[in-house]
Nanobody, 115 residues
């Protein structure tokens, strides 16, 4: 059974940085494209970023491009999201999702950007 566990969420001030991790198990991580998706309070799901198998192709939503960096460590079965220059509008629960069609999801980790 595929399992994804996100970690690293925290309260951070505007302009700050944070790194999220997603530990994967129960499937062949190295052969699976991965994504980050977020949900702000009271809003719908928003796709944030994708990374292909191998990690050489990455994609970002316009709202985070240039500030966020997605990466993966296939040896550790872990997906990462490095977030810089955080804004209050980045406040959300961040989920990692596995598969081209987001077949499996974690439970999320809360990022709050506030003074």
């Amino acid at each position: 059974e595929a399992q994804l566990v996100e970690s690293g969420g925290a309260l951070v001030q505007p302009g700050g940085s944070l790194s999220l991790s997603c530990s994967a198990s129960g499937f062949t991580f190295s052969r699976t494209p991965m994504s980050w998706v977020r949900q702000a309070p009271g809003k719908g799901l928003e796709w944030v970023s994708d990374i292909n198998t191998g990690g050489d192709d990455t994609y970002y939503a316009d709202s985070v491009r240039g500030r966020f960096t997605i990466s993966r460590d296939d040896a550790k079965g872990t997906l990462y999201l490095r977030m810089n220059s955080l804004r209050p509008e980045d406040t959300a629960v961040y989920y990692c999702a596995a598969g081209e069609y987001f077949e499996n999801w974690g439970r999320g980790t809360l990022v709050t950007v506030s003074q």
